[in-house]
């Protein structure tokens, strides 16, 4: 059963606008989220992560917003830029636990 | 960038054929992982490893087993490969719980 889900397979956005990717979890132990890119060909790279005891994390274009209550998170990223162009996982940690889980990726294309 | 190296990084083998991946490290992290990535289902554990000696099952295990007798090395074996198994494995690395990891760059493995 996958915990940790990405509804949108792909969103296509202009150069320049908000592309928000979306994220929801079903384990209410989680208390870590991150956000990966990936390239192809290449490994994910790790972009932000945001803990429990906050909501909101921000690094440069990149915000990550979560809602507890919700078990739903976000990433924005303002403005959206061809070279964002990649497939973005959202992972989930539970504190204690070893190990992570991520979602099933969204596709992002940003159309100059 | 983390220093985590992957071998082979292509592979074509025949089905029945057992098949070793190798992931190497040179960060001294405690946590390393396999995952496969398919498409529709984004990344899956495998197995994962919490120190020397010391692994576990990932949700994705059935085929496969890994060991892991120095911290730097962690391998993943198909006893017997199956086309089912054809994917691409990523392999990562993490310090500690709630930290992010690190991945390679994968191994795309074929088995025909």
């Known amino acids: 059963d996958q915990q940790v889900k990405q509804n949108s397979p792909s969103l296509s956005v202009q150069e320049g606008r908000i592309s928000i990717l979306n994220c929801d979890y079903t384990?209410?132990?989680?208390?870590?989220f991150l956000w990966y890119k990936k390239y192809p060909a290449e490994g994910p790279t790790f972009l932000i992560s945001i803990s429990s005891i906050k909501d909101k994390n921000e690094d440069g274009r990149f915000t990550v917003f979560l809602n507890k209550s919700a078990k739903h998170l976000s990433l924005h990223i303002v403005p959206s830029q061809p070279g964002d162009s990649a497939v973005y996982f959202c992972a989930a940690s539970a504190l204690g636990a070893n190990n992570l889980f991520f979602g099933t990726g969204t596709r992002l294309t940003v159309i100059p | 960038d983390a220093g985590i190296t992957q071998s082979p990084r292509h592979k074509v083998t025949e089905t029945g054929t057992p098949v070793t991946l190798r992931c190497h490290q040179t960060?001294?992290?405690?946590?390393m992982y396999w995952y496969r990535q398919d498409p529709g289902h984004g990344l899956r554990l495998i197995h994962y490893?919490?120190?020397?000696?010391?692994?576990d099952k990932g949700e994705v295990s059935d085929g496969y087993s890994v060991s892991r007798s120095k911290t730097e090395d962690f391998l993943l074996t198909l006893e017997s490969a199956t086309s089912s198994q054809t994917s691409v494995y990523f392999c990562?690395?993490?310090?500690?719980?709630?930290?992010?990891?690190?991945f390679g760059q994968g191994t795309r493995l074929t088995v025909v």
């Open positions: 384990n209410s132990m989680f208390d870590y």
């Open positions: 960060e001294n992290h405690r946590y």
């Open positions: 990562a690395i993490r310090n500690r719980e709630s930290t992010e990891a690190f």
């Open positions: 490893s919490y120190g020397v000696k010391d692994t």
